[in-house]
Structures are given as C-alpha cells and as structure tokens.
C-alpha cells in the first residue's frame, strides 16, 4: 500500500508511544498538559513547510486578515494537546475531572433530555475533539460517538503502534465509539433509549469521505459538510445540539452546548436538512473565526473546496 509517511516520522512515534507516554502517566495532568504544549511549540520552531500551508489557507480563508506567528505557534500546540491528551485518559476521574474542563449551556442538554428522544451533539474537529465524549461519560451520560477509526495510510509502524495504542486509550472512553462504516442500526437504538449521540459537522478533513455531503458557502469558498446528523434527526425527531470545546489555558477547556437548531415545519426533508446544515456551519463559521487555531483542518482546507 502506499503511504506517505518517511522514517523521521516512525521514529517519532516510537519515542511517542513508548517512553513518552509511560512518562506523562508518571506526572500530574497540569504537568502533561504544558508538556504537549511544549512539543507543539518545537514543532512550530522546527517546521517550515506546514508553516506556510497553514498560513497559505488561512489567508485563503481569512482575506482580511495577516495573521501572525501567535496564531501557527497556538495552531501547533493545539494539535497536540488534541493528539496526545489520550494519554491522561487513565488519570482522570470524577474528583478531579472539573478542575480541567467545565461546561457552559449543560442545562441545553439537560432540557432537551426531558424529551425521551435523545439528541444529537454536533461539533467540528475544533479543540480536543473527544475531551468532552470523555467527560460527558464520565459524568454519567449515556452517551455515544460515530467516528471513523482508520489506519489507512499508514506505515507498519503506524498500523501495529499508533493506531494499535490509540485504540486501546479510546478504549478507556465511557463511551462506545460506533464506526461509520458499519451497520448504523446502534444509532437508531441509542437515540430510542433516550442516549445521546455525538457525531462531528465537518467531516473528516478530505481523507475519506464516508456518507452524503452537501457544498455550503464557508469563508467565501464551497465547502463540503456531511449531511449525516442533519438525516439522523429528521429521521427519528432527535433535537441537534452544538457544542464546542475552547482551550481557555494550557490545561483548562470550556466547553459550549448550545441551543437546539430549529427547523421550519415543511414537508420537504431535503430544505429541512439543507437549513440545519446551514445553521451549524454558519455557527462552526463564527467560532473558527474567534478561535482560528483550534480548527484541525488548516492543513487539508484545499481538499474540501468544491471544485469549479
């Protein structure tokens, strides 16, 4: 199979999933957190060529704007506190869990609950993507994630030790993570048990597309969004939430629930889709705007514009 990755890359991961992450489970978690801080902040140092294709499709985005060295150096540390913070899966519980992340609009959530329909939480990859799955599971919400475990791509390294390991901390989740390329009947079970179900608005970053999606105007260009969470709701009746997670310091996050999308009563499932589509990406627009770094796909903007 082909693969992009070299040798410097393996050799990284080998550091990464052995030594190091025996070492961040031996520390406290503020201590971990400053440290992926710190890898992020050599990699801006180090990196050149991924400097400049983030800073070339930021300046596509964000035409009146220059953004500056603050912003690629957050991008970074981003990235791995996002990547890495797995490693502290084992480390949290329900004593300590709120010292790190805190929650604004959980009363959104709460209320739509009353319903007996379950919901639908929909964010991007923006911030620590599967921190707040985490926390929500381990405050005991009967929760659920669609993802798309993949190693495709990847060298033997990669295959038998990244994605192998990865699998064993998300499996530290108390959360089920249902694949998106299975039989999708668990996710019409869980929504009938009242269980809510996270699934991301912005796909996977042009990697593989799995599903329908649809082009909507983002950042003046035609971008594509899955239509998945928007199908699932007119489907079974389940309200759509948003929610994303801020990075407020190296080792606090917030993260926002909003209020649930609204929909005009018509008889026309596909403008009832298209207006729910354009609520979060409009809003998922707002929040990369206000927090440029925190969104995963700088790097990977060119493969979701819609050719002309």
């Known amino acids: ?80 506190i996002d990547r890495l913070h797995i490693f502290l899966y084992p480390k949290f519980n329900k004593t300590n869990i709120d010292r790190f992340v805190s929650f604004k609009g959980l009363e959104h959530l709460n209320q739509v609950l009353l319903n007996g329909k379950g919901c639908i939480l929909v964010h991007g990859h923006f911030g620590p993507a599967q921190l707040p799955l985490f926390v929500l599971g381990l405050k005991g919400y009967n929760i659920n994630q669609l993802g798309l ?53 912005d796909g996977t970053g042009g990697d593989k597309f799995v599903g329908k999606f649809l082009p909507v105007k983002f950042f003046n260009q035609e971008v594509v969004f899955p239509t998945g969470y928007a199908a699932l709701s007119l489907k079974t009746g389940a309200p759509i939430l948003p929610l994303f997670t801020i990075r407020k310091r190296f080792n606090r996050f917030e993260t926002i629930i909003g209020k649930p999308f609204q929909v005009e009563n018509t008889l026309d499932s596909q403008n009832s889709m298209i207006q729910i589509i354009q609520q979060f990406v409009k809003l998922f627009e707002e929040y990369v705007q206000k927090y440029p770094c925190h969104w995963h796909f700088w790097d990977k903007f060119e493969k979701l514009i819609v050719s002309e």
């Not at 052995?18 to 031996?26: E, K, L, N, S």
């Not at 971990?32 to 890898?39: A, C, I, M, R």
């Not at 959360?175 to 998106?180: F, K, V």
Request: proline share 4%.
């Open 149 to 201: 475990p993949s190693d495709e791509g990847l060298s033997l390294i990669g295959k038998k030790v990244a994605f192998k390991i990865r699998q064993v901390y998300e499996g530290m989740i108390p959360a089920r993570i249902i694949s998106a390329d299975s039989f999708l009947r668990p996710l019409f079970k869980h929504l009938e048990t009242n269980g809510i179900l996270m699934m991301t608005g």
């Open 1 to 80: 199979m082909h693969t992009e990755e070299g040798i410097i890359r393996d050799v990284a991961r080998l550091i990464v999933w052995f030594p190091f992450r025996w070492i961040i489970q031996a520390i406290p978690v503020s201590l971990g957190f400053f440290t992926f801080k710190v890898l992020g902040d050599i990699h801006y140092f180090l990196s050149r060529k991924k400097k400049a294709l983030i800073l070339k499709n930021l300046s596509q985005a964000f035409t009146q704007h220059n953004f500056g060295k603050d912003t690629l150096r957050r991008y970074m540390e981003n990235h791995y």
